[in-house]
């Protein structure tokens, strides 16, 4: 099992910055994924970026040169820093690990999200 908890949301104003963290605990392989999604007011949750064990990282386009996404190994701790923040960014955020346990098993595990929140 692994234990996902998310930290560092919070109220911003519009152009703000925020800095969200993911600590994850229990069985993590070395070889992994860590995802940040987001669940806009009434809408669909939607993946913002991705970091993968290798090192290499993928971003939404809505995240694209406002959003950095960075890992701790050492620590199990995934983090993302959001700049130039918009009202559009205002969701709960939910940090996801993905991990393949043989080939022919893949877990996923949610964080219980944390809320951001942009005013204009």
């Known amino acids: 099992q692994v234990q996902l908890v998310e930290s560092g949301g919070g109220l911003v104003q519009a152009g703000g910055s925020l800095t969200l963290s993911c600590a994850a605990s229990?069985?993590?392989?070395?070889?992994?994924?860590m995802n940040w999604h987001r669940r806009p007011p009434g809408k669909q949750r939607e993946l913002v970026a991705s970091?993968?064990?290798?090192?290499?990282?993928n971003y939404a386009d809505s995240a694209k040169g406002r959003f950095t996404v960075s890992r701790d190994n050492a620590k199990n701790t995934v983090y993302l820093q959001m700049n130039s923040l918009k009202p559009e960014d205002t969701g709960v955020y939910y940090c996801?690990?993905?991990?393949?346990?043989?080939?022919?098993?893949?877990?996923?595990?949610w964080g219980q999200g944390t809320q951001v929140t942009v005013s204009s």
């Open positions: 996801n690990l993905v991990q393949d346990v043989s080939i022919l098993r893949r877990d996923t595990y």
């Open positions: 229990g069985n993590i392989f070395k070889i992994n994924t």
């Open positions: 970091m993968y064990s290798s090192g290499s990282t």
